[in-house]
Every structure is written in structure tokens, then in C-alpha cells.
Nanobody, 122 residues
Framework: QVQLVESGGGLVQAGGSLRLSCAAS????????MAWLRQAPGKEREFVAG????????YYRDSVKGRFTISRDNAKNTVYLQMNSLKPEDTAVYYC???????????????WGQGTQVTVSS
């Protein structure tokens, strides 16, 4: 059974940092793109960052470039999202997802985690 389990969310003041983790299990994700998406209250879910598990380019939405970094640890089968210089507008539920077909829309993702709440206070 494929599982993506997020952790690391919480409450942080503006300007602070958090690191989210996504532990993947149940299959080999070498040929998958792994991504972080987020959904703020009353808004549609949006793509935040992504990478190909086997290596290569990373991708970010413009509003997080220079502040967020996506990475993976093959030995731990875990994908991370390091979030620095957090802003109140980063407040959302953050989801880890996996897809074999690159894209930023929800429909392309085959597997999802349960989400972890990130709240940034001003």
C-alpha cells in the first residue's frame, strides 16, 4: 500500500522557518515527480514546489522562489520542503503528492498525503 506521510507543520512567526517531511512507502518512486502543494482557507489548492525523485531540476511557484527549497533523501525515502522567511500568506495545509506525469494541477497526481497545517502569524 502506497503511503505518503507528511510531518513538520506547526505555528511559526513571520520570518521564521519550518521543514516539512514526506515519508514515502509502498512502492519505488524513482520515476516519479514528487511535489508539495498547499491549500489556504477558501482558496484552491496550488502547486508550491516539485522535483524528479531520480534527480534533476527543481520547480517552484514564483512566490516561494528564494525562500523554499525542495530536496529528497533517497536512503530515507523522504522528500523535504525547507521553508524560510515565512509570511502570513504561506499559511495553508501543505500536501505531499506524487505523479509519473509532470504537472501542477491536482488531476495529475496519483498519490497524496494527508496534509500538515502550517500557520504563520504576523
Amino acid at each position: 500500500q502506497v503511503q505518503l506521510v507528511e510531518s513538520g507543520g506547526g505555528l511559526v512567526q513571520a520570518g521564521g522557518s519550518l521543514r516539512l517531511s514526506c515519508a514515502a512507502s509502498g512502492r519505488t518512486f524513482t520515476s516519479y515527480y514528487m511535489a508539495w502543494l498547499r491549500q489556504a482557507p477558501g482558496k484552491e489548492r496550488e502547486f508550491v514546489a516539485g522535483l524528479l525523485w531520480s534527480g534533476g531540476n527543481t520547480y517552484y511557484r514564483d512566490s516561494v522562489k528564494g525562500r523554499f527549497t525542495i530536496s529528497r533523501d533517497n536512503a530515507k525515502n523522504t522528500v523535504y520542503l525547507q521553508m524560510n522567511s515565512l509570511k502570513p500568506e504561506d499559511t495553508a495545509v501543505y500536501y505531499c503528492a506524487a505523479t509519473r506525469r509532470w504537472g501542477v494541477r491536482d488531476a495529475v497526481y496519483d498519490y497524496w498525503g494527508q496534509g500538515t497545517q502550517v500557520t504563520v502569524s504576523s
